[in-house]
């Protein structure tokens, strides 16, 4: 099964929620925190992740908070992942990592494949995707 860790599944909410209320101004840490139950300490720190990669932009003052760096269209879900967790890997052993069954092992070249499809799927949805209710085609399941 593969998951996102609660870093990024915080910082893929908060951008959402920021993407989402972009046309009504600066979103603030403590908004986001409240609306999805984030601990404060740890959204501060996810957000200046993202600012920190230029994904959203920090904004002083009484109406202060944060906001897209760019059009929802112009980010991709994988940059905000990368943001927050670096390189994208559903195994560790494709880099050997000293894996007792590297020798014998059948799945490299096969979960390769499958962590390339991932990373263009999330390099290819944007933020904007996210925000509408459809489902791509190459996402419905199938009976």
Not at 15 to 23: K, M, T
Not at 61 to 68: D, E, S
Not at 77 to 88: F, S, Y
């Amino acid at each position: 099964m593969l998951r996102f860790t609660k870093r990024a599944d915080y910082g893929l909410m908060a951008i959402h929620y920021i993407a989402v209320n972009d046309g009504l101004g600066a979103v603030s840490a403590k908004r986001i925190a409240e609306e999805f139950a984030i601990p404060p300490e740890l959204l501060a720190k996810i957000l200046q992740r993202l600012a920190k990669r230029r994904l959203i932009v920090s904004q002083n003052g009484p109406k202060g908070g944060y906001v897209l760096a760019r059009r929802s269209n112009q980010i991709s879900v994988g940059q905000v992942v990368r943001a927050l967790e670096g390189p994208i890997n559903i195994v560790s052993c494709i880099e050997h990592s000293g894996c007792p069954q590297e020798e014998r092992c059948t799945l490299r070249r096969p979960v390769q494949k499958l962590q390339a499809a991932i990373s263009q799927m999330l390099d290819t949805m944007s933020l904007a995707e996210l925000t509408t209710d459809d489902v791509p085609e190459l996402l419905t399941i199938r009976s």
